[in-house]
C-alpha cells in the first residue's frame, strides 16, 4: 500500500498544478510495482482524472475504483444491494461523469 500527503495533494489541486499531481501518483504507482503488487486501486474519484498518466508510467493495471468496490462488496457479505462510494463535494466534472458511466455499464 502507498499514501501521499493528502495536503500536498489538495494543495495542487487547488493551484491546478495536474502535472506534478501526474508526477506524484506516477512515483508512487512505480514504488508499488517494483515492490510486487499485482495491481493499484486508486481509492479517490478525483484523482482518476490523472489515470492515464498512472498507467502510462506502469506495467501493471490500474483498476478503478467503481469497478472494484462491488466486488469486492459481494465477497465479504450476500446481503449487499446497495453500494455507497464516498466522495468529496470538490471533484472535477469529468471524473464525475466517467464514474457514473462506469457504474450504469454494471
Known sequence: MATVDFADVERLQHQSDWSRLETLLAK????????????????????????????????????????????????????????????LRWRNLSTQNACETSLESK
Open 28 to 87: 508512487a504507482a512505480q514504488n508499488l510495482e517494483r515492490g510486487g503488487a499485482d495491481f493499484i486501486v486508486l481509492c479517490t474519484n478525483t484523482m482518476h482524472k490523472l489515470a492515464d498518466a498512472i498507467t502510462a508510467a506502469v506495467e501493471i493495471p490500474l483498476v478503478p475504483i467503481v469497478d472494484a468496490t462491488p466486488p469486492l462488496s459481494t465477497s465479504l457479505t450476500s446481503n449487499v444491494s446497495v453500494y455507497l462510494l464516498p466522495s
